[in-house]
């Protein structure tokens, strides 16, 4: 069994919630643009609102 130190998991750990915090502003990025091209009214808006609620 492979010993990995507190200190190596410790970077990982940071590394990956880096790593998801960049995936979150790009997809918040793109929610953005898809709420600015879409009818405010529309099923499409309804539907993204919802799933941020």
């Given at each position: 069994?492979?010993?990995?130190s507190?200190?190596?998991?410790?970077?990982?750990?940071?590394?990956?919630?880096?790593?998801?915090?960049?995936?979150?502003?790009?997809?918040?990025?793109?929610?953005?643009?898809?709420?600015?091209?879409?009818?405010?009214?529309?099923?499409?808006?309804a539907?993204?609102?919802?799933?941020?609620?």
């Amino acid at each position: 069994i492979k010993q990995v130190s507190a200190s190596k998991v410790l970077q990982e750990t940071c590394n990956y919630i880096r790593n998801l915090h960049r995936e979150v502003d790009g997809l918040s990025e793109r929610l953005s643009q898809l709420l600015e091209s879409t009818d405010s009214d529309s099923a499409q808006a309804a539907i993204i609102r919802s799933l941020l609620m």
